[in-house]
C-alpha cells in the first residue's frame, strides 16, 4: 500500500504541474551551447512562455507529455516514497534516542531515488522528446518527429536496443540523488521542527503542507543544474549507434554549458523549475502524507 499510495500522490501532483514541466524542458533547451545574446529568446520568462507555448502550439501542448509524466511519476516515485516510507516505519532513520537522523534520512532518500530513476529513465527520456517539440518558429533543441509515447519506446528500441532506451540514465542519476535526499530529509526534518515547537497541531494537514514548502525551496536551489544538464543529455541527438552527438556524459555537459552560457547557463529556468518544483513537492508530498494518515486511520 505504500507504494500504491506514493504513486497515486505524486501522479496527483502531476496532473497540476505538468504544463510547469513542459516551460522549464523548452527553458532549459533554449540557447542550448549558445553565448548568452547569440541566439533568439522565444521565451522570455516562465509567463511569456506560457502565453507563447498556448498561442503558437495551442492550448493542448501545455499538456505534452502528460502519459509518460504520469507513468514516471508512478514507478519513480512510487518506489521511491515507497520505499522511504517503509525505512521510515521501521525506524531505521532514527537514532537511538529517537529523533529523526538527518544523514540517515539523506541517504535513504538518495538511494530509493536512484532505485526509481534508473527503472523508469526510459519513460523519462520519451517524456522529455514529446516535451520539447514544437512548431518551428518556436522550437529549442533537437527535435524528435514522436507520435506518442509508445511508438516512441518501440522505435528507440528497435533501433538501439535497451542501451538506447537507458541512454543518459546515468548522468540523469545525480539530479535525482541531490533532489530526493534533499526533498525528504528536509521534508521530514522540518516536520519534526514544527511537531517539536508546537507551532501548529500535531495531527494538522497544515503541517505536512509547510514542511513541503520548506522542503521545495531546497530542492529548487540545489537540483536546478543537475537537471539542466540531465534535461539536455535526454535531449540530444544521437548517432546511428545510439551514442549522443553533444555530451559524452554528465561532467562533460556540466563543462560544456558552463565555459559557453557561464553559470546562468546552468540555472536555465530556474523560474520554471521554482514553479513546477515547488508545487509539486508541496503536492506530492501533501498528498502523500494526508493519504497514509487516512490508510492508517482506517486500517487500525
Not at 509567463?47 to 507555448?53: D, L, N, Q, Y
Amino acid at each position: 500500500m505504500d507504494f500504491l499510495m506514493s504513486g497515486l500522490a505524486a501522479c496527483g501532483a502531476c496532473l497540476f504541474t505538468n504544463p510547469l514541466e513542459v516551460v522549464k524542458t523548452r527553458m532549459q533547451l533554449q540557447g542550448e551551447l549558445q553565448a548568452p545574446g547569440t541566439y533568439q529568446r522565444h521565451y522570455r520568462n516562465v509567463f511569456h512562455a506560457f502565453i507563447t507555448i498556448g498561442r503558437v502550439d495551442g492550448l493542448a501542448a501545455l499538456q505534452k507529455g502528460l502519459a509518460p509524466a504520469l507513468l514516471y511519476q508512478f514507478l519513480m516515485n512510487g518506489i521511491r516514497l515507497g520505499t522511504y516510507g517503509l525505512a521510515e516505519a521501521g525506524g531505521y532513520l532514527h537514532t537511538a534516542e529517537g529523533t529523526l537522523s538527518p544523514p540517515r534520512s539523506a541517504a535513504a532518500g538518495a538511494l530509493a531515488g536512484v532505485m526509481g530513476a534508473y527503472l523508469g529513465s526510459p519513460i523519462y527520456m520519451v517524456k522529455t522528446h514529446l516535451q520539447a517539440q514544437a512548431a518551428s518558429e518556436i522550437a529549442v533543441g533537437h527535435q524528435y518527429k514522436h507520435q506518442g509515447m509508445f511508438q516512441a519506446l518501440s522505435e528507440i528500441g528497435q533501433k538501439h536496443g535497451l542501451v538506447g532506451l537507458w541512454r543518459g540514465a546515468l548522468g540523469g542519476l545525480p539530479r535525482v540523488i541531490i533532489g530526493s535526499s534533499t526533498q525528504l530529509c528536509t521534508f521530514s526534518s522540518t516536520k519534526d521542527l514544527i511537531t517539536q515547537w508546537e507551532v501548529l497541531p500535531p495531527q494538522s494537514w497544515k503541517v505536512a503542507l509547510a514542511a513541503a514548502m520548506v522542503s521545495g525551496i531546497a530542492v529548487v536551489l540545489a537540483m536546478t543544474p543537475f537537471d539542466v544538464v540531465s534535461t539536455r543529455l535526454y535531449n540530444q541527438p544521437t548517432d546511428s549507434q545510439g551514442k549522443g552527438l553533444m555530451y559524452r556524459g554528465m561532467l562533460d555537459a556540466l563543462r560544456q554549458t558552463a565555459r559557453t552560457e557561464g553559470i546562468f547557463g546552468m540555472y536555465k529556468g530556474i523560474g520554471a523549475s521554482y514553479f513546477r518544483l515547488g508545487p509539486h513537492t508541496i503536492l506530492s508530498l501533501f498528498f502523500w502524507d494526508q493519504l497514509r494518515t487516512l490508510y492508517h486511520t482506517y486500517t487500525k
